[in-house]
């Protein structure tokens, strides 16, 4: 079976965040179907068209062999685990679980948008991102480095 690197925002604001955090970098080391390859530092970050307290930012690379579909499904499973809820749009969160990129697809489906749609435009996704991988590049858009000044007036430090 192919496997796929795929990268993975992880996110949190709710309750021990920074735990919520760590707990979904073990989870994803556990996952079948894929293998944890490294996962960034931690960040702290302001909420961003949101509120409540900052958040705990950081990113998983991992290699699949699972379709994008069942990765997502896979990682709305590990946030319903941590009591994960959807009130409403960028609601504060227990744990946020993005897929960013999986390999060099395009994905434009009716649950599922690759490379995730806002990476670009937010530090707490670029920063960890480059961390691990500091010459990727983002399919359709280019270097996500080039990306970096855009988001400069976004604080973030990392934990």
Do not use: W
Not at 24 to 35: H, K, V
Not at 36 to 55: E, F, K, M, N, V
Not at 101 to 122: C, D, F, K, M, W
């Amino acid at each position: 079976m192919t496997q796929v690197t795929a990268y993975i925002g992880i996110g949190a604001n709710l309750g021990d965040a920074r735990a919520n955090v760590q707990d979904a970098i073990a989870r994803l080391a556990c996952l079948p179907g894929a293998t944890l390859l490294d996962a960034s530092p931690s960040y702290r970050t302001a909420p961003i068209d949101s509120s409540g307290d900052d958040y705990i930012n950081a990113v998983a690379r991992i290699s699949t062999s699972l379709p994008a579909e069942e990765l997502l499904l896979a990682l709305h499973a590990i946030e319903a685990q941590h009591g994960r809820e959807r009130p409403y749009r960028n609601a504060p969160r227990t744990l946020d679980l993005d897929l960013l990129l999986y390999g060099e697809e395009q994905i434009a489906s009716a649950t599922l948008n690759v490379p995730h749609p806002r990476l670009t435009e937010r530090a707490f996704v670029l920063v960890p991102l480059l961390a691990l991988a500091p010459a990727i590049s983002v399919p359709g858009k280019g270097a996500a480095s080039d990306f970096l000044a855009g988001v400069a007036d976004q604080a973030i430090s990392q934990l």
